[in-house]
């Protein structure tokens, strides 16, 4: 096994008691660095982010690091400057080539702390304008990101302007909207503590395309202002072809004032944002415009750095040509050459980062015998007609918060994992209730994007829910319900007949608020979970509460012991925390971990002796005993196309794209042709 190494991590430290005003930044940072999930089908990053701080009175755990380079921010006030504890802490965290720490000062009395810091620079966040401080720290953090991670020219070893990110300002010089834009950047950038993260080229009018010029976008990112005259002047489409040919950002900025005539066709395929031009631009739109190149810097270059790793990997085939943006027909010239009277291509297979382009736009390549892929559809092994079964549910937030991580990252990882199981056909089972914002939610939402972009009639969920759940179903949810429904088909699984003497009616919802009740819930629960299971053909489980729940055992642990009985092979995602976690530890060291024994499990879970002895009383065959699962767990025959050794890689890694390239390895071997 070839061990992926992502390019890049990033790590946010923080002290607790500095959550409140800590943590609008870093989700501000983490929507837009890693991914918005709330934007399944956006073209978003996906740099992995991890977090440090803790939920009481001590430090966090270490920090260590599997990828290329680790960038580590650490937020810096008086709260850690009076805690020794954390001051030793952060004092202990590693430096090196490959491990870049960046403080940031939340208030002045931080700056006390330079000398920890071997008198570093801080990034400032008392000196930002209060309604724009996501902004300004975004800026800062991501430009930090590109000079020491992306930035191929910097010198660590020198300070000064030359360290800012290098933008070229491409607009008409007769179009007044342009030109009223590009000033106001320019002005804003000099005049303000931007002039720390930019330097922007402003060529002013009857200039030659030349040498100097050619110069100046080669190492930019560009701004295209696109006033009404943008797209007609040739110099305008001279630097988009430039900037184009050597393989630099891009982001266009709209500023029409009533119509373009015609869009330069060259100057597509890049993000855009529109801003009103006033006689005086606002910060806002300032802010707005630099976070967007600054962002699209960053993405493109990291981008790059991925892919190659993918292919160092063996992702893809060791001669695949990999591109930060998706192709277009500006890449025909890049891509073929002429032998002769005949027409070649330079290569056969091109990758381009996530998501996946519509099929009609990959059409006129695609007709050249090229091989054009994203990670998502290289290797599609069909996997139609299979039934994949995922578990996946969210640890407590202690726990999370312990291992570095937080919601976000199982809401993205049950994305991604529906988004290429989906891709390739399969069909998906999962059981969940309908709350909004539940995982079930966002698989659903995935489907849906997925079979919009990929023009399939094969998009296809089955939803398990167990009585007396499906009873709380409001109007919402029964609206929310039709609307997927040309994705998923809902299965409500009745009563287990042996509780029935329990249950007053079966047409009314039944609160889990005694022994006895929440002994009719446990049966339910395992009798929808054997139903669902006994249905797939594989297992994935992911997280997994180990308190608070509602069944005789942790959710994620039963489906776990089920699919061992019925044999099913199992994907184990340890990495993500959780109960899954747990057992994948057991599996690896034979030692039980003690949440899960009878004693934890009664220790933290108000009630639960209660229900065990009930269990117990209602007959033998319902007792739970902890030490044959464990006994069960320990022996496993995961049989799901791994080696061993990528199966312990598959129980530790809290890297999505490995966890889902393993995944794929283990079903490719049993499915794969």
């Known amino acids: 096994m070839t061990k992926f190494s992502p390019p890049l991590s990033i790590i946010f430290v923080w002290h607790p008691e500095d959550t409140g005003i800590v943590t609008p930044i870093i989700e501000h940072c983490y929507s837009l660095l890693s991914r918005d999930v709330n934007k399944p089908f956006s073209r978003s990053m996906n740099l992995p982010i991890f977090f440090r701080t803790t939920s009481q009175k001590s430090v966090p755990i270490r920090i260590d690091t599997e990828s290329e380079k680790t960038m580590v921010f650490v937020f810096i006030s008086k709260e850690v400057a009076a805690d020794s ?50 902004d300004f720290v975004f800026i800062a953090v991501a430009h930090e990101i590109y000079r020491w991670t992306l930035n191929r020219t910097f010198d660590k070893t020198s300070v000064g302007t030359n360290h800012a990110l290098k933008i070229f300002l491409s607009h008409a010089k007769d179009g007044k909207n342009g030109i009223i834009l590009a000033r106001a950047l320019k002005s804003f950038i000099d005049n303000s503590q931007m002039k720390n993260f930019f330097d922007a080229t402003d060529i002013a009018a009857g200039y030659r395309f030349d040498h100097e010029i050619i110069g100046h976008i080669k190492e930019s990112t560009i701004i295209a202002i696109h006033s009404d005259l943008y797209s007609s002047r040739y110099w305008c489409q001279r630097e988009i072809l430039c900037a184009k040919e050597n393989n630099r950002p891009i982001i266009a900025v709209d500023t029409l004032e009533e119509f373009e005539d015609r869009r330069f066709p060259f100057a597509s395929n890049i993000p855009g944002i529109h801003v009103h031009i006033h006689k005086k631009s606002t910060e806002k739109d300032m802010l707005r415009i630099l976070s967007l190149a600054l962002l699209e810097t960053v993405r493109f270059f990291y981008s790059e750095l991925l892919l190659k790793e993918y292919k160092n990997a063996g992702w893809f085939e060791p001669d695949a040509v990999i591109q930060s943006r998706p192709p277009e027909v500006s890449d025909i010239e890049k891509i073929m050459f002429c032998s002769g009277n005949d027409i070649q291509c330079k290569y056969k297979s091109l990758v381009y980062p996530e998501p ?28 139609l007609n299979k039934t994949i079964g995922i578990s996946i549910s ?99 699984v009745p009563p287990a007949k042996d509780v029935k003497d329990l249950i007053p009616s079966e047409d009314s919802f039944l609160p889990p608020t005694n022994s006895k009740n929440l002994f009719v819930w446990s049966r339910c629960l395992t009798e929808m979970r054997r139903e669902m299971i006994e249905n797939c053909d594989i297992r994935i489980c992911a997280g997994g509460r180990h308190f608070s729940y509602k069944g005789r055992m942790p959710g994620v642990l039963e489906e776990i012991i089920i699919a061992i009985e019925m044999k099913r092979p199992l994907f184990l995602l340890g990495g993500f925390g959780g109960v899954t976690s747990s057992v994948c530890k057991l599996i690896q060291n034979g030692t039980i971990p003690q949440e899960l024994s009878e004693d934890w499990q009664i220790c933290n879970n108000p009630g639960y002796k209660d229900l065990l002895d009930f269990c117990s009383s209602r007959d033998s065959q319902y007792s739970v005993d902890y030490l044959s699962l464990a006994g069960l767990i320990k022996d496993v025959d995961l049989n799901n196309g791994l080696s061993k050794e990528d199966n312990h890689r598959l129980f530790i890694t809290p890297f999505i794209d490995e966890a889902l390239y393993l995944v794929f390895k283990g079903l490719k071997s049993k499915f794969g042709s």
């Open 356 to 383: 996946p382009l519509y099929a009609e736009e990959l059409n006129f390549l695609s007709n050249l015998g090229i091989n054009i892929n994203t990670p998502l559809t290289s290797d599609l092994v069909s996997l």
């Open 85 to 134: 504890l954390w001051l030793d802490y952060i004092k202990d965290i590693p430096e090196s080539e490959n491990i870049i720490i960046i403080p940031i000062a939340i208030d002045r009395i931080a700056l006390n702390l330079t000398d920890i810091f071997n008198y570093k620079n801080f990034i400032r966040v008392y000196d930002y304008e209060q309604p724009y401080i996501n």
């Open 394 to 492: 969210d640890p407590s937030v202690e726990e999370l918060i312990c291992i570095g991580q937080d919601r976000k990252y199982l809401i993205q990882l049950s994305q991604d994992m529906a988004r290429h199981l989906l891709a390739r056909n399969a069909t998906l089972i999962y059981g969940g209730d309908l709350r909004p914002d539940g995982f079930t939610q966002y698989i659903f939402e995935e489907a849906e994007a997925l079979k919009s972009r990929m023009q399939s009639t094969n998009i296809h969920i089955k939803n398990y829910i167990a009585w007396p759940i499906y009873l709380t179903d409001s109007e919402d949810i029964k609206i929310w319900k039709a609307e997927y429904r040309p994705v998923a088909e809902m299965f409500e």
